[in-house]
C-alpha cells in the first residue's frame, strides 16, 4: 500500500514529527511511505534535519509554505505531478495549507486519470483556524472551504483529540459524523527518563538555585500562544510573595521575540524571565522545570503539555481545544480556576485567574508531584509512538477493505 504524505512545512512543532515517523516507520512489507514537504519561512526554525535523523528524505516543494499566497497554483500543479508519478493508494495531508492544496489536487487528479477511483484521501487536523486566529469574514471562507473539502475530496478526517472532534464536526458543521477517527499524538516518551541527571546542569547554565521554582513555557512565539498573558502571569506572580521565589523561563522562538522581550523589559521582570530560544535537547530542558505553563488561544492538542507529562512535569494551561482532554475531569473547583486530574486549568482569559491558579501550584509541591505521576501514567498509555503508528495504519487497512 503505497502512501503519499503531504505536509505544509516542517517546521518547530508536533506534526514535523509526527510524519517524520509515520513516513519512517510505514515502510515495511505492507507499506511504503513518501513525504511531500513545503519550505519553512523567515522567522521560523526548520526542523528538516529530524527527518534527516530519521532516515526519511522529502520531495521539497519551494513554493508551498504557511501563508496563503499566488504560488499556491503553482504548488498544486507540483503536487498533481508527484501524484502521476507516484500513484499512490492513499493520499495523507496534514494542516490547514498542505490539506487545502493536497486535496483539491488528489480530486483533479481523481476527475481526470482514469481507474483513480480507487485512490483514498485521508485529512489529519492539527489544530484549525475556526477561532481566534482571523476575523469573521476570512475564518467563515476557511470553513466553507473545509466544508467543500471535507464532502467532495475527503474519505476520512482525523482528529487528534474528542474536543478537537467537538469543535470542528459538531460545533462547526464540518463532514459526517462517520467520516472522523479520533487519533491521538505519539511521542517517544522513553527519552524523558534519561535527563534526571542534566537537570543541575541546565539550573547552573540558567542560573538558577535549588531554592527557586523555575516555571517555562515551551512554544513557538507566535500569537496564537498568547505568550503576552504568561508575561503578565509573571509580573503579577513577581510583586506578590511566596514561600519559593519563582523564575520563568520561555523556551522557543518566532518572529515576536523581539516584541516579548520588550515587554518583559517594560513590566519590569528582566531578570525574572529568560528567553531560552530553541533547544535540541528539549528533553533536558523539561528535566530543569518545576512547572510546565501554556497561554494558548487555540490549540489542537499541544506536544508541550504532553512531554511535559512524558518527563513528569505538572501542568497549568488555558483550557482551550484539546487541552481539555489532557488535563481531565474537574476534581476541585478554586476561585478563579481549576484543580483537574492531570493539571491545573484556567477557563477564560484573566491573568489575575491564572496567577491564582499558578500560586497555588507553586506553593503546593504534594499536589505538583501528584499530578506529575498521573500525567506520566496517562501519557504512557494513550500517547505513545508506537500506539499513533499502529493506529494509523488501521485507518489505512480500514479504507482500503471497502474497496
Not at 246 to 261: P, S, Y
Not at 304 to 332: C, F, K, N, Q, Y
Not at 335 to 357: L, N
Request: contains cysteine; hydrophobic residues 40%.
Amino acid at each position: 500500500m503505497k502512501i503519499l504524505r503531504i505536509i505544509a512545512r516542517l517546521n518547530v512543532g508536533g506534526p514535523a514529527r509526527h510524519v517524520v515517523w509515520l513516513t519512517e516507520r510505514l515502510n515495511d512489507d505492507e507499506f511504503e511511505s513518501v513525504l511531500i514537504a513545503g519550505t519553512v519561512p523567515k522567522g521560523e526554525e526548520s526542523m528538516n534535519h529530524i527527518a534527516a535523523e530519521h532516515g526519511v528524505e522529502p520531495i521539497f516543494i519551494e513554493e508551498m509554505s504557511r501563508e496563503l499566497s499566488i504560488k499556491d497554483a503553482i504548488s498544486l500543479l507540483k503536487i498533481f505531478r508527484e501524484i502521476r508519478r507516484q500513484k499512490p493508494d492513499i493520499i495523507h495531508t496534514h494542516t490547514a495549507k498542505a490539506g487545502t492544496v493536497g486535496r483539491i489536487a488528489a480530486l483533479l487528479y481523481k476527475l481526470v486519470t482514469p481507474g483513480a477511483g480507487k485512490l483514498r484521501v485521508v485529512h489529519t487536523f492539527h489544530g484549525h483556524v475556526f477561532h481566534s486566529y482571523y476575523g469573521r469574514f476570512k475564518t467563515g471562507v476557511f470553513i466553507a472551504i473545509e466544508k467543500f473539502l471535507a464532502r467532495f475530496a475527503t474519505d476520512r478526517i482525523i482528529t487528534i483529540s474528542p474536543q478537537q472532534f467537538h469543535e470542528i464536526h459538531e460545533e462547526v458543521g464540518i463532514g459526517r459524523a462517520e467520516q472522523f477517527a479520533i487519533v491521538p499524538l505519539g511521542i517517544d516518551i522513553t527519552v524523558f527518563d534519561k535527563t534526571v541527571a542534566n537537570r543541575q546542569l541546565i539550573r547552573t547554565e540558567l542560573g538558577v538555585t535549588d531554592a527557586d521554582l523555575l516555571v517555562g513555557f515551551v512554544g513557538r512565539l507566535t500569537e496564537i500562544k498568547d505568550v503576552s498573558h504568561f508575561l503578565q502571569v509573571a509580573a503579577q506572580v513577581h510583586l506578590g510573595e511566596q514561600s519559593k521565589p519563582v523564575r520563568f523561563v520561555i523556551v522557543g522562538d518566532g518572529h515576536l521575540r523581539a516584541k516579548l522581550e520588550a515587554e518583559a523589559s517594560e513590566l519590569g521582570i528582566s531578570d525574572q524571565v529568560i528567553f531560552l530560544g530553541n533547544r535540541s535537547d528539549i528533553e533536558n530542558v523539561y528535566s530543569a522545570l518545576d512547572v510546565v505553563a501554556l497561554t494558548s488561544l487555540n490549540e489542537g492538542t499541544p506536544l508541550s503539555l504532553i512531554e511535559a507529562m512524558a518527563a513528569r512535569r505538572p501542568v497549568i494551561s488555558t483550557i482551550v481545544g484539546g487541552v481539555r482532554d489532557l488535563l481531565g475531569e474537574i476534581v476541585e473547583e478554586k476561585d478563579g480556576f481549576r484543580i483537574c486530574e492531570r493539571g491545573i486549568g484556567i477557563e477564560g482569559r484573566s491573568v489575575a485567574d491564572y496567577t491564582k491558579g499558578l500560586l497555588y501550584l507553586s506553593e503546593n509541591e504534594k499536589l505538583r508531584k501528584s499530578l506529575a505521576e498521573k500525567g506520566r501514567d496517562f501519557v504512557a498509555s494513550t500517547y505513545s509512538k508506537d500506539r499513533l503508528v499502529d493506529d494509523i495504519a488501521q485507518v489505512y487497512r480500514d479504507l482500503t477493505k471497502k474497496l
